[in-house]
Structures are given as structure tokens and as C-alpha cells.
């Protein structure tokens, strides 16, 4: 399964979305209204899915400082090349 | 313990930041205004509390795990299960274990056992924010040293 399939499939089951409204080009805040506490479900699940530690609060920091778009860490499709950087980078 | 106090845990018998478990002893006390209400002639200590006592503990494990460096803030309790009554004068063991400690949020399993046998459950997690304020971080500090927090646990404080 493909890192977008799992992340998808996390989504739609923590948020209840319908899996089909879930695309790589979706915005999980914006376009899927997912809050923050909803939000830390999915990212728990995601880092015991992936045997990770997503850096949330880097990430947020980052965007809040202007540094970088939201879209950047929470558009679905840039979401999940992160999660494959930081599965690459704890596997070395 | 004293409920209408909120003060839950009475004294940390066992704290392993590497193993990142947790016990503590907790005395239900024997009168309470808490019991007046719940129940009046049957005194039970409310389920609400047994969370509270299970929170509180995991609390203190994350608190410890990360040196008191930062606050959990309760957001979350799930598969909460309340299985006996606790009465006042009951002798309670919390006990909790870290299962994730991610970016600015914290999962623990918790229990309370009581003679060796199981009373209540939960999945708790928190939201892990930098103190509000000195005044928090002291008095969280203060706490940690009169229920017996490991020196060792201190070490950023």
C-alpha cells in the first residue's frame, strides 16, 4: 500500500471523511477541516503506521514564522514525501 | 489523595524514565466532601476521579520523561473502563506506561489496581505545551518533590 493509500485510509477513519472526498492535493486543514485535536490523532497513527516522529511542532513553528506554506507539511501529497523522507532517514 | 483538592497521587513508589513506566500510591480518603454528594449513604469515589487519578499519573511520567522541561495538558481519554466500586479508605496503586511521546502530544496507558486486582483502565493522551507560566512550573515542581519524583528527574529543572 502506498504511503497516500495508509495516510488516506488514517484520515477517513479518525476524522470520518468519506475516503473518496481525500485526495494528494487535498489540504488537510483547509479543504478536509480537520482540527487540531482530530489532527493529533492522525499523526499518532501515522508515526505508529510508519514507525515514526513526525516533527509537528517544527512543522508549525515553520509555518506560523512565515517560513514556509501550510501547504508545504499539510497538502496530503506533501505530507506523505515527508513521511517518506523521515521513514528513509530512520532506515539509513 | 485529597479529591476536592485535586492532589491524586500520593507518592510515586517507582518512576523509570528509560522504561518509561510509572506506580504510585493513592489513599482514598476516608471522609470527603466529594462523598456527600456521590453517593449520599453510599460514599463511592466517582469514576471521573479514577481518570483523574490515571491522568494525573501518566502526567507525571511524561512530565519526568521529559525533565519538567515542558506541561501535558489532558485532551484526550479513550476505552476508559471503571470495573469495581473504590470506597473511601481504599488503598489505591496507579500505574501508567508511555506508549508514544511524539512532537507536542503524549499517549500513556493507565490503570489503578487495588489488593492486585484491576478497578479501571484508559488510553490517555495529552497535548505537551512550554509552562504558561513560572507560577505552574513552580508549583509542579514543588509537587513533584513532596510525592517522591526521582531527583534524577529534575535534571532541566
Known amino acids: 500500500m502506498s504511503t497516500f493509500e495508509t495516510v488516506a485510509g488514517i484520515i477517513a477513519d ?4 468519506e475516503r473518496d472526498t481525500i485526495t494528494p492535493d487535498s ?5 478536509l477541516g480537520i482540527d487540531s485535536l482530530d489532527f493529533l490523532d492522525v499523526a499518532f497513527a501515522i508515526d505508529k503506521a510508519f514507525g ?16 514556509v506554506s501550510s501547504d508545504q507539511y499539510f497538502v496530503l501529497g506533501n505530507l506523505c514525501e515527508n513521511i517518506d523522507k523521515l521513514v528513509a532517514a530512520k532506515t539509513g | 489523595m485529597r479529591l476536592e483538592y485535586f492532589q491524586m497521587v500520593d507518592r510515586i513508589t517507582n518512576l523509570d524514565p528509560a522504561a518509561r513506566t510509572i506506580r504510585a500510591d493513592c489513599l482514598v480518603p476516608d471522609d470527603s466532601p466529594v462523598f456527600e454528594g456521590h453517593f449520599p449513604g453510599y460514599p463511592l469515589l466517582p469514576g471521573v476521579l479514577m ?20 506541561m501535558p495538558f489532558l485532551t484526550q481519554v479513550r476505552e476508559a473502563k471503571m470495573r469495581s466500586f473504590v470506597v473511601p479508605g481504599q488503598t489505591l496503586e496507579a500505574a501508567a506506561k508511555l506508549v508514544h511521546d511524539g512532537s507536542g502530544y503524549a499517549v500513556v496507558e493507565a ?21 504558561p507560566n513560572e507560577t505552574l512550573r513552580a508549583q509542579m ?17
Open chain 2, 51 to 70: 481518570i483523574e487519578t490515571m491522568a494525573q499519573t501518566g502526567g507525571w511520567l511524561v512530565l519526568s520523561v521529559l525533565r519538567f522541561a515542558r
Open chain 1, 27 to 31: 489540504h488537510a486543514i483547509n479543504d
Open chain 2, 111 to 131: 490503570t489503578l489496581t487495588s489488593g492486585g486486582k484491576k478497578v479501571a483502565e484508559a488510553e490517555i493522551r495529552y497535548r505537551v505545551v512550554p509552562f
Open chain 1, 52 to 67: 515514526i516522529k513526525m516533527p509537528l511542532e517544527q512543522w508549525t513553528q515553520e509555518v506560523n514564522d512565515g517560513k
Open chain 1, 14 to 17: 479518525t476524522c470520518d471523511i
Open chain 2, 141 to 157: 515542581l514543588e509537587t513533584a518533590r513532596r510525592i517522591a519524583v526521582p531527583e534524577a528527574c529534575f535534571d532541566a529543572a
